[in-house]
């Protein structure tokens, strides 16, 4: 496990110039056009996120490895999945598969109120000790199995998986408003079709494909 995640990083002149020209990149090539997730990701140092070791690649498109054998998703992923949530400032939004809580980060940025599951425990205890952290009051963690959602705190406005689901889990759907909007990458092995999940005010389901992608799994029950 990284040792140092406890302990501030900078976020130098050197940092923000690489993240401005992945948010150009993102914009201009990768066919982004929500400003305000553009913006979210602008204001978050992904090297904070990462090990030092990959330090100097933090903002070149691509996931990285985290502790427990789990990843860092693209930014593209990260900036696609989010803008399409369409986010308005005070959604209730779940997501399930903290991780690193870079994804978490940029959704609290944009002003969500945020509960997101991790179910790996050495994970959640992980970030549980990450400073960045402190700056989003608006992002509860919570230990548990996606596959259950949060009972207590549903309905949600919207809901994001940030792992392979083998299907979309019934639980989530009923977790899901009536005009809300689920975002989950869906297939077995390590191929997904991302779907966007949406549920109309009569609770009538409509899915659409939204391109290839490929997720670490989303597994059953909780680990640790
Ligand atoms: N959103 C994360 C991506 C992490 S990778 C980020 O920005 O870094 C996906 C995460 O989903 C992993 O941490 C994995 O442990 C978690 N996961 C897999 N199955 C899960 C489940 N059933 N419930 C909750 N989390 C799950």
């Known amino acids: 496990m990284r040792p140092l995640q406890s302990i501030p990083k900078e976020d130098t002149f050197i940092h923000k110039r ?4 992945l948010i150009k990149s993102l914009r201009e090539k990768k ?6 997730v553009l913006a979210a990701i602008d204001a978050i140092p992904r090297h904070f996120f990462l090990d030092p070791a990959f330090e100097r690649m933090a903002y070149e498109d691509r996931a990285f490895p985290i502790t427990a054998g789990q990843t860092i998703s693209q930014p593209f992923t990260v ?10 400032k005070y959604d209730k939004v779940l997501e399930i598969g903290t991780g690193s809580a870079y994804q ?8 969500v109120s945020l509960y997101t599951i991790e179910r790996q425990k050495a994970l959640y205890d992980f970030v549980g000790k990450f400073f960045f952290l402190s700056r989003y009051p608006n992002i509860k963690r919570f230990y548990g199995d996606g596959f259950a959602g949060l009972p207590t705190y549903a309905p949600f406005d919207k809901i994001i998986i940030t792992c392979g689901a083998p299907f979309i889990p019934p639980k989530l759907i009923e977790q899901l408003k009536p005009g809300g909007i689920m975002i989950i990458p869906v297939g077995e092995d390590e191929k997904q079709k991302m779907i966007r999940v949406t549920k109309d005010k009569d609770g009538k389901i409509f899915q659409q494909e939204m391109g290839d992608f490929s997720f670490v799994p989303m597994l059953q029950g909780r680990n640790g």
């Open 18 to 21: 690489l993240r401005h020209d």
């Open 104 to 111: 978490a980060c940029v959704l609290g940025e944009m002003g």
């Open 31 to 36: 066919g982004i056009t929500d400003e305000r």
């Open 79 to 88: 900036a696609y999945q989010t803008q399409l949530l369409e986010i308005n």
